[in-house]
Structures are given as structure tokens and as C-alpha cells.
């Protein structure tokens, strides 16, 4: 089991940046592609980033492109996702999560989420 815990969310102006950061715990996440995503009131949950199990590909949302940046650590089983210029159309609960491919499918795990506002 893995448990993910979210933190670094808060209010911010447009323009301005946050950091995120993923904290995993209960097993290493070395091996599993990690990923942010986000939801909006009354939206559809998307995929912002995400990193693969090497840190070698990464996938962005392409309204992110350019001002999102996440990374990973895995000596301290963390990962991050930098916002810059943040819009009030990034406003949104950021989700993390990890995935692993197993022989039947994936398996996942998600964390609670931290709240993003950016308003004026």
C-alpha cells in the first residue's frame, strides 16, 4: 500500500507561483509513473503532469505547457509540481498518483488533494 499525502496548495494572484509536493509513504515509489491531476468545481478530473518511473518522459497538459514543471525524488520518495504564472483558470483541487503496471492492469493510488486558488 501506498499513501500519498498532498501539501502546498493555498491563495495566490495571477501571475504569481506555488509549489507542490507529493509525500509518499508504505512502499518506495521508485518503480511507479507519478502523476498530478486536478479538478475544478463541477469539471471533469484532467491530467496536468506526469513523470515516468525513471524520470526520463515527462507529459504535460497542454495549457500547462511552459509554466508547470513537475519532478520527482525518489531519495525521499517525493514529488513536486512547480506552477508558474498561475491563471484563475488553474484553480482547482491538485490530486497526486502514483501507477504501476502489473501483469492484470494498473494499480493506483491516489492522495486527498490541496486546494489551488488563484484570484485577485
Known amino acids: 500500500q501506498v499513501q500519498l499525502v498532498e501539501s502546498g496548495g493555498g491563495l495566490v494572484q495571477p501571475g504569481g507561483s506555488l509549489r507542490l509536493s507529493c509525500a509518499a509513504s508504505?512502499?518506495?515509489?521508485?518503480?511507479?509513473?507519478m502523476s498530478w491531476y486536478r479538478q475544478a468545481p463541477g469539471k471533469e478530473r484532467e491530467l496536468v503532469a506526469r513523470i515516468s518511473s525513471d524520470g526520463a518522459a515527462t507529459v504535460y497538459l497542454t495549457s500547462v505547457k511552459g509554466r508547470f514543471t513537475i519532478s520527482r525524488d525518489d531519495t525521499r520518495n517525493t514529488v513536486s509540481l512547480q506552477m508558474n504564472s498561475l491563471k484563475p483558470e488553474d484553480t482547482a483541487v491538485y490530486l497526486c498518483n502514483a501507477r504501476r503496471m502489473v501483469p492484470a492492469g494498473t494499480i493506483d493510488y491516489w492522495g486527498q488533494g490541496t486546494r489551488v486558488t488563484v484570484s485577485s
Open positions: 508504505g512502499s518506495t515509489v521508485s518503480n511507479y509513473w
